[in-house]
């Protein structure tokens, strides 16, 4: 009996195991067998359009920058209940990792404050991840000194 309750329990945390590792399941069968072409994203590409706002327009270095990602589905609607990163660099520097917290305050839409550590030209890259699939874009712009 107690061997038993061992397996349930070992059958229980495999269960766990399944579900959080989900995603990665998946790949193998959409392993694509040709060597030459492009590397495959790490899952299998989300069909949403990525709208990046910032305030203030252009943003100032080294103050507050707030940043409003809209991810909308191919239906044209908001996308709730992603996963979506910012990642704030300057193209040729280096300037430690940048990548505000966001939250979504609305369906669809996800925003965070973060801090431009300089002026110039900044990219940042959001990656938008939703049931399996991901979905990326990149804006250029640039934060002016005070
Ligand atoms: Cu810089």
Redesign the pocket.
Known sequence: MKKTAASAALAAILTLTLAFTGCKAKEPEQAAPAAAEAPAPASAPLAATIALKYAPDPPVALKDTAFTINVTGADGKPLPGATVMLDLS?PG?Y?GENRPVLAETAPGVYEGKGIL??G?GWLAKVEVTHECSTAASEFRFDAVDK
């Open positions: 300057m520097m300037h550590t300089m110039g």
